[in-house]
């Protein structure tokens, strides 16, 4: 994934800080740079994905609805945001 470099946190932070900053760093790495699969988060209906989890503001979101069994994404669609299942469907 591009976009701007990450710099770890430099010896100037104060030593009790640097615990906390460096394991915010190693997990902005692994968010933008996965080893391997990562977990997404899951919601019971698709009632509840539209009226808990606006699209606009999940842009380019993915997660699981657990109610159609698939995998569903924030997509801009006419220039409106909404979530679609992984096949391109609608809800």
């Known amino acids: 994934m591009s976009g701007p470099p990450l710099i770890p946190p430099g010896p100037g932070i104060p030593a009790p800080l640097q615990p906390i900053l460096n394991s915010f760093y190693a997990a902005l790495v692994d968010l933008r740079d996965p080893g391997g699969p990562v977990h997404l ?9 539209t009226s808990r989890f606006p699209a606009v ?23 409106t945001w909404t979530w679609k299942r992984a096949d391109g469907s609608a809800l």
């Open 41 to 49: 988060a899951h919601v019971d209906t698709a009632a509840n994905l």
């Open 57 to 79: 503001a999940y842009r380019g979101g993915v997660l699981i609805c657990d109610e159609i069994n698939s995998i569903v994404h924030s997509s801009l669609v006419s220039g």
